[in-house]
């Protein structure tokens, strides 16, 4: 069974451009979740969704982020405009009811 | 609302030392509590897990158990390899149903030769 997966592993990008992140979660989950660890802090949780519906989004820093699940499969995070801040690494979690998250491998975010 | 804290790294061990990385929590109820690792380049892998109070999660030599008593959940090895280096993050969540994970800042751990 393939785990969850993002794409792409490593952006850089200038302060202003528009960076889209992917995250394709485990086969059959219907909960994914984003998260964003910056350098040297904890991870902090950004959204959850339940198939295509957003649940929680709550710790969605601020308006220049957009995420989307269309269909309930894959999701997107865009980030538009990027700021210095917004660099980071990027995880996408999925889990079925009931069961603990599967992590993807983390989008590193670098902004110039 | 709900927080974690964790030691401050990095914990430099030689192999075969015995590990301790303290885990302290605030939450409202009862929650999950659980510890993820990521070894270089990879993503983060569910460690262990413990659901209500006494429980002991357990998984390749590590344990931690849940004590609400002191809202901890530190995690314990008796005899590190140079293959545990690691991150290992320290979390807790709602129990029951599906929820987000709060985690601490994570703890690096270096194991020598």
């Known amino acids: 069974e393939a785990g969850v997966t993002q794409f792409p592993s490593h952006s850089v990008i200038e302060k202003g451009q528009t960076v889209t992140l992917r995250c394709d979660p485990i086969s059959g989950h219907d909960n994914l979740y984003w998260y964003r660890r910056v350098m040297g802090k904890e991870i902090k949780f950004l959204l959850h969704f339940v198939k295509e519906s957003k649940q929680d989004e709550s710790g969605m820093p601020n308006n220049r982020f957009l995420a989307e699940r269309t269909g309930g499969t894959y999701s997107t995070l865009k980030v538009q405009p990027a700021e210095l801040e917004d660099s980071g690494v990027y995880f996408c979690?999925?889990?079925?009811?009931?069961?603990?998250?599967?992590f993807g491998p983390g989008t590193r975010l670098t902004v110039l | 609302g709900n927080s974690v804290t964790q030691m401050e790294g990095p914990v430099t061990l030689s192999e075969e030392a015995f590990l301790t990385i303290n885990c302290t929590y605030t939450a409202t109820g009862y929650p999950s509590l659980f510890w993820y690792v990521q070894y270089p380049g990879e993503g983060l892998q569910l460690l262990l897990k413990a659901t209500k109070a006494d429980d002991k999660g357990s998984n390749k030599g590590f344990e931690a158990t849940y004590r609400k008593e002191t809202t901890s959940f530190h995690l314990e090895k008796g005899s590190v390899q140079v293959s545990d280096s690691a991150v290992y993050f320290c979390?807790?969540?709602?129990?029951?149903?599906?929820?987000?994970?709060?985690f601490g800042t994570g703890t690096r751990l270096q194991v020598t030769l």
């Open positions: 979390a807790l969540s709602r129990t029951g149903t599906a929820s987000k994970l709060t």
């Open positions: 979690a999925s889990s079925q009811r009931g069961t603990s998250s599967f």
